[in-house]
């Protein structure tokens, strides 16, 4: 996510705008994700195609937007973000990759609404993710009057943004963080630094507030080892302001957008959320309002992704099940163990041996469609639902959803991993990168390490330790720095070793699942 400004407080709008974003991938933006998770929850939509248009508003860097560029080189996809640093990274970034689908615009929301582009298409998917809730009330009637003219009749629109009552406890130490910040000179990233241990003494003085919330105490303690620059951004805006969902469905319904799905697929699940008790006094509530602000009580959220759609229309459920059998899936962590317990919101879910061991054995040997799986559960005398098997595979990240089977290898999806990991993967910065893959339209997850190693495959080098730890350590030479553990720079032999040590470990546990999507 990003954000952007509009209003008083110069061009940045209250924003923090002194020092950039952290280079972030979030898979959940891509119209594959947000595709599935529709039909889960028994809506019809368009993500399924090649060839949809999507924008990502508050694109930040880019790293998510590329991605999905990457990954899906017949659409057309739009990068919004009123930041220039922020969308200088990303111009380079597509330009060095060469993918022709993918345009960044620098602009306030205001502007965009009042003028968008002449050539900018109307769209199928819109993405906000760390947007909505850190902008001024004007921003958010912009983006409003931008969705309306610019989202497609059935178009889709994802919202990530910080939810009440998740984040109630949090007002008062957000606030004092503000206001200690804004009395304190420096940058951003330094001062929520300073005013972080200060509120830490504070709590430690005996300050009940603080004192009696676990959430409080819990981002006291994390934040200890949080990057600064995340948490300047997240608590240092002017506009920072949690919202309940019905608030939100209030706004978007101005640009007739109707709530339909969460984006996090466990929450489409009543009986993953609720428990019987809850379930029943859920269904005696008067009206949708009601139950939404019902379920939020009981789950513990601090963050929700809700997907909106421009008039929702239902699938029958014979419709839904023969989409999801439909589905293919394919193992995501071949070799390891399976696991049968899985964290949902209403704690822990157990899939039973006797029904997903048949499956996992499946897996293992190739990708399935959930039908071909469902029917293996019959045969073992437990039949399970399509929409279970997707549903406890993907949450329990054992299974990836295969949206495109046949697509082959994306020569711009590669170049671009490749000038992200040159951009990225070779300094202190430790965030989580994106390798596209054709076959999901969507990208995976990626540390340092993996990046440098698939940048280095890319590049012509044979799967082998040896050689991969050559070309990465040829290229941190290049830019005149060194291999670096706990603070201490290695000598030649060591750095060499260690890194062809990380490199032989990532070849032989990752290399089978990109070959596999098609990203290497």
């Excluded at 699940?269 to 029943?280: E, G, I, K, N, P």
Aim: aromatic share 8%.
């Amino acid at each position: 996510g990003g954000a952007m400004g509009g209003g008083m407080t110069g061009w940045s709008g209250g924003y923090v705008s002194d020092i950039d974003y952290l280079p972030w991938f979030f898979p959940p933006q891509a119209p594959a994700h947000l595709g599935l998770a529709l039909t889960i929850a028994g809506v019809e939509h368009a993500m399924a195609r090649h060839d949809f248009a999507y924008c990502d508003l508050g694109c930040g860097m880019g790293i998510t937007a590329g991605a999905i560029a990457a990954a899906n080189p017949r659409a057309r996809v739009y990068g919004v973000d009123f930041s220039p640093g922020q969308i200088a990274t990303a111009r380079a970034l597509a330009e060095e990759a060469g993918l022709p689908n993918l345009t960044y615009l620098e602009a306030d929301f205001a502007e965009l609404a009042a003028a968008p582009p002449a050539d900018m298409p109307l769209f199928d998917c819109v993405s906000m993710h760390g947007v909505w809730a850190w902008v001024s009330d004007e921003t958010r009637a912009a983006i409003v009057r931008f969705l309306a003219r610019q989202v497609k009749p059935g178009g889709v629109v994802h919202v990530g943004y910080n939810a009440l009552p998740g984040w109630q406890d949090m007002f008062g130490l957000r606030r004092f963080l503000a206001e200690v910040a804004a009395g304190l000179p420096g940058r951003s990233d330094q001062r929520i630094e300073a005013a972080l241990e200060l509120a830490r003494e504070l709590n430690a003085a005996g300050a009940p507030h603080l004192r009696r919330s676990p959430m409080v105490q819990r981002v006291l303690e994390r934040s200890r080892t949080m990057p600064s620059v995340y948490l300047a951004h997240e608590y240092l805006n002017e506009n920072w302001r949690p919202m309940f969902h019905n608030e939100v469905a209030a706004e978007l319904g101005e640009a007739k957008l109707t709530y339909a799905a969460s984006g996090d697929l466990a929450e489409n699940f009543a009986d993953l959320c609720l428990d019987a008790t809850q379930r029943a006094l859920l269904d005696r509530l008067p009206g949708q309002a009601a139950r939404e602000t019902a379920r939020d009580l009981c789950l513990e959220r601090i963050f929700r992704h809700d997907i909106f759609v421009r008039g929702p229309r239902r699938l029958t459920n014979a419709a839904r099940s023969s989409l999801l059998a439909g589905a293919m899936l394919i193992g995501s962590r071949p070799g390891e163990e399976p696991i049968f317990q899985v964290d949902v919101p209403a704690g822990k879910a157990t899939m039973s041996e006797a029904a997903y061991g048949p499956i996992f054995a499946a897996l293992a040997e190739r990708p399935r469609s959930v039908g071909e799986l469902a029917m293996l559960t019959s045969q073992a005398g437990h039949p399970t639902s399509a929409a279970e098997i997707v549903a406890m595979l993907l949450i329990s990240n054992q299974a990836l959803y295969v949206p495109f089977p046949e697509a082959g290898p994306s020569e711009p999806g590669r170049r671009w991993a490749v000038a992200l990991a040159r951009r990225f993967a070779f300094g202190e910065m430790s965030t989580t990168l994106a390798l596209p893959s054709p076959r999901l339209g969507n990208g995976i997850g990626a540390q340092a390490p993996e990046m440098q190693v698939h940048a280095a495959l890319v590049s012509g080098c044979a799967p082998e330790a040896g050689m991969v730890a050559d070309w990465i350590v040829g290229e941190v030479r290049r830019r005149g720095e060194a291999v670096i553990e706990n603070g201490v720079e290695l000598p030649p032999d060591e750095a060499r070793s260690r890194v062809a040590a990380t490199a032989a470990k990532v070849i032989q546990d990752r290399l089978p699942l990109w070959r596999k999507l098609a990203i290497a």
